[in-house]
């Protein structure tokens, strides 16, 4: 099993930022792929961002040039650099793993979910 802790949201006027962090323990020498997804009311979960254990990177467009995926091998750790926040990045970000790979269609192999965390930006 794999424990997957998410912290750092919180609330922030627009063309602010925040860092969110998700923690990863338990059996993970097998996961691969981490990242991060997020939901909006009313909507369906959508991915954001995903980082390979090579350090390879991808991006929804809505976020790129704003949102920056990296992660600390040695604290297992993956972190969510947000920047220029708008409203509309407002909902529950949740923390992804898996053995397979994370793509915005479909995700495979064994994989594990954060509770969420909320991130609210006001206009």
């Known amino acids: 099993q794999v424990q997957l802790v998410e912290s750092g949201g919180g609330l922030v006027q627009a063309g602010g930022s925040l860092r969110l962090s998700c923690a990863a323990s338990?059996?993970?020498?097998?996961?691969?792929?981490m990242g991060w997804y997020r939901q909006a009311p009313g909507k369906q979960r959508e991915l954001v961002a995903t980082i390979t254990n090579g350090g390879n990177t991808n991006y929804v467009d809505d976020v790129k040039g704003r949102f920056t995926i990296s992660r600390d091998a040695a604290r297992n750790t993956v972190y969510l650099q947000m920047n220029s926040l708008k409203p509309e990045d407002t909902a529950v970000y949740y923390c992804?793993?898996?053995?397979?790979?994370?793509?915005?269609?479909?995700?495979?192999?064994?994989?594990?979910w954060g509770q969420g965390t909320q991130v609210t930006v006001s206009s």
């Open positions: 992804a793993a898996t053995t397979g790979r994370l793509t915005v269609r479909f995700i495979t192999g064994d994989h594990y």
């Open positions: 338990g059996i993970i020498f097998n996961i691969n792929h």
